[in-house]
């Protein structure tokens, strides 16, 4: 079956970096993509980017671009979130999900996702 | 930048059929998708292209799409259906962008 695991819960200072894994198993990695999904307490939604885990492709969130970088590594199924110069309003819960497809399509969607990993930001 | 609107909150009795609408200037050219989220969980796809459902969901969800108005309708309401409903879909420039949630109270 297919599942998405994430790292675990993270306490960051304002300005630090954090980066949040999320190892897939279940199916082929590389047929498909990754987004990356935050939501604020009490908040809804918020779309970061994608990454294709076939070539590593990317689309970021304008909101994001600079702080925000999506890798991946096809030896262990595993994508990753960075996020830099962090603030307080980065504080949420990170979620990675499969991208239907390992190329960029506006009618793509998320079919699984992980379990969320907390990211507190507080000095 | 591009926003879709939906309802804060929307209220049924058990058994009585939920529409949940979501409003968006793109909707007629990009497709809508649909993610139920109940408290300390991640989100669950339950509507997919504006009107297929993935395996597993109920048949008692269904989805439709008119002009610039997409809506998630559950037949037959249920208890366990209380959760947070928010749909997703893409700008022009393919950027994803979710509404700010439908909360789903079943009475």
């Known amino acids: 079956q297919v599942q998405l695991v994430q790292s675990g819960a993270e306490v960051k200072k304002p300005g630090a970096s954090v980066k949040v894994s999320c190892k897939a198993s279940g199916y082929t990695f590389t047929r498909y993509g990754i987004n990356w999904v935050r939501q604020a307490p009490g908040q809804g939604l918020e779309w970061m980017g994608w990454i294709s885990a076939y070539n590593g492709n990317t689309n970021y969130a304008q909101k994001l671009q600079g702080r925000v970088t999506m890798t991946t590594d096809t030896s262990t199924s595993t994508a990753y979130m960075e996020l830099r110069s962090l603030r307080s309003d980065d504080t949420a819960v990170y979620y990675c999900?499969?991208?239907?497809?390992?190329?960029?399509?506006?009618?793509?969607?998320?079919?699984?996702w992980g379990q969320g990993t907390l990211v507190t930001v507080s000095s | 930048s591009y926003e879709l609107t939906q309802p804060p909150s929307v209220s049924v009795s058990p058994g009585q059929t939920a529409r949940i609408t979501c409003s968006g200037d793109a909707l007629p050219k990009q497709y809508a998708y649909w993610y139920q989220q109940k408290p300390g969980q991640a989100p669950l796809l339950v509507m997919y292209k504006d009107s297929e459902r993935p395996s597993g969901i109920p048949e008692r969800f269904s989805g439709s799409s008119s002009g610039t108005t997409v809506t998630l309708t559950i037949s037959g309401v249920q208890a366990e259906d209380e959760a947070d409903y928010y749909c997703q879909s893409a700008d022009s420039s393919g950027t994803w962008v979710f509404g700010g949630g439908t909360k789903l109270t079943v009475l």
């Open positions: 999900a499969r991208y239907s497809t390992y190329y960029y399509d506006s009618s793509g969607y998320v079919d699984y």
